[in-house]
């Protein structure tokens, strides 16, 4: 399994303040994706990087991608408490005529009002 | 609205009694995939297909079936669950290719006893 890993595993910051979550791959990537999980809900999907990009932006969130390093950050600036979930980085691959999203385990974050 | 609707949200079964996760997406999507999350294994991939009658395996399909007779639809089935089965699942689905991310169901948590 290609699985992306985050890290940290768990953060907890003060609301106001920024966090920076982390991501690495194993292998050449179309895509890299982050997306945020309320407890036991449904994935959302809030950004999307290709290969060939560098840095994102969208709202508080701003992605950056090295895949000389094959590693992704997830910054989220200015936090809320309500941005407290888990996060997840998903890499896409492509290959023999198929296409594969793969997720990591996750980051929890907890952001303290 | 624009969603992916799974059914039922709970199950509780007894080992080897067949049952069916029912999927379904109207978005007109091509692409749909079945995931389980495992506290401390992050989401897995089950099965995925990229279009009508194409099914292809992912990291865990041993004791899954799934089909694709309908775009719209993606049913998971468990022809004999056992209590490893036990996890929470969820179906996503998004346009082909490389640069979509993916739409989440609410989920879909299964208890085998």
Known sequence: SQQGEE????????????????????TSINNLQWYRQNSGRGLVHLILIRSNE????????????????????????????????SYFCAAGYSGAGSYQLTFGKGTKLSVIP | EAQVT?????????????LTVTCSQNMNHEYMSWYR??????????????????????????????????????????ESPSP???SLYFCASSLM?????YTFGSGTRLTVV
């Open chain 1, 7 to 26: 890290d940290p595993q768990a953060l907890s910051i003060q609301e106001g303040e920024n966090a920076t979550m982390n991501c690495s791959y194993k």
């Open chain 1, 54 to 85: 560098r840095e994102k932006h969208s709202g508080r969130l701003r992605v950056t991608l090295d895949t000389s390093k094959k590693s992704s950050s997830l910054l989220i600036t200015a936090s809320r408490a309500a941005d407290t979930a």
């Open chain 2, 6 to 18: 799974q059914n039922p949200r709970y199950l509780i079964t007894v080992t080897g009694k067949k």
């Open chain 2, 37 to 78: 999350q495992d506290p401390g294994l992050g989401l897995r991939q089950i099965y995925y297909s990229m279009n009508v009658e194409v099914t292809d395996k992912g990291d865990v399909p041993e004791g899954y079936k799934v089909s694709r007779k309908e775009k719209r639809n993606f049913p998971l089935i468990l």
């Open chain 2, 84 to 86: 490893n089965q036990t």
């Open chain 2, 97 to 101: 290719g490389k640069g979509y991310g």
